[in-house]
């Protein structure tokens, strides 16, 4: 799996890329705790190559809008594919998070 | 007409992308859908991953066996380990809880199959037995 962050006006967006599991989730977990230590405004998680997500992942993605809302700045995730979603719907949080088809789209919600 | 095969691979969670892949090529080989491939995947991963964080407390190298027998249109995957036996309420069926351990691996495998069951009998460690019922096309051929 392959974590990257890139920089976009207020946003801050990480690219996960690959399978999240119990192995792989702490550098997805290391990149959102960065920004989050350095009160990032906006996070965008850009999911659309992440072909496999466990509850580990999942997990993971709810510690990083903890701590976002914590500092009351805004979590978004975007470009989660069918089979993603489908742990999110299973894990009841498919409301919980904002969710966006894609960063696009995500970056234009950011206040 | 029933078939049998067997991993065994140690609690290394590294190891979890290696039973993915030889469980989805099983799907495929069922004539599962990506869908419904997807899906056995995660139990087996889900399944996998409570046993090295609770069973093993994330100790690296303890033996974990999953078995997988298909009998007609039935399918059961066995997952023994030989670690410390869940609390039997944790492992009551309940809601997707974030905030207690494995408290969303568990619902996700119940999601999935269509039974779960926890042998808690072994001198040591769990049986967890878990079955998918297959639809009349598919399966063993």
């Known amino acids: 799996m392959d974590v990257a962050v890139r920089h976009d006006g207020r946003a801050a967006i990480v690219e996960v890329q690959g399978e999240v599991d119990l192995y792989s989730a702490p550098k997805m977990r290391e990149a959102l705790v960065g920004l989050t230590d350095g009160r990032s405004p906006a996070v965008l998680v850009d999911l659309s190559r992440v072909e496999y997500m466990d509850s580990s992942g999942v997990a993971t993605l709810v510690e990083g809008l903890q701590r976002v809302r914590q500092y009351g700045g805004q979590f978004k995730l975007a470009g989660l594919a069918p089979a993603i979603r489908d742990v999110f719907r299973f894990a009841r949080l498919e409301k919980v998070f904002d969710i966006y088809e894609d960063t696009q789209a995500a970056l234009r919600a950011v206040r | ?141």
Do not use: C, W
């Open chain 2, 1 to 141: 007409m029933s078939e049998t095969f067997q991993i065994e691979v140690s609690s290394s969670p590294r190891l979890l992308q290696v039973v993915r892949a030889a469980v989805g090529q099983y799907g495929r080989l069922l004539d599962f859908t990506e869908e419904e491939t997807h899906r056995l995947k995660t139990a087996v991963d889900e399944a996998l991953t409570n046993i090295i964080r609770h069973s093993y407390g994330g100790e690296a190298g303890q033996r974990i066996v999953v078995t997988f027998l298909l009998s007609g249109a039935r399918l059961e995957i066995l997952l023994r380990d030989f670690g410390r036996k869940p609390d039997p309420a944790r492992v009551a069926p309940r809601e997707p809880d974030l905030s207690r351990p494995g408290g969303l691996g568990l619902p996700l495998i119940r999601s999935v199959m269509d039974e779960v069951e926890f042998d808690l009998s072994p001198e040591r460690g769990t049986l967890l037995r878990l079955v998918k019922h297959l639809r009349a096309e598919r399966g063993a051929r």
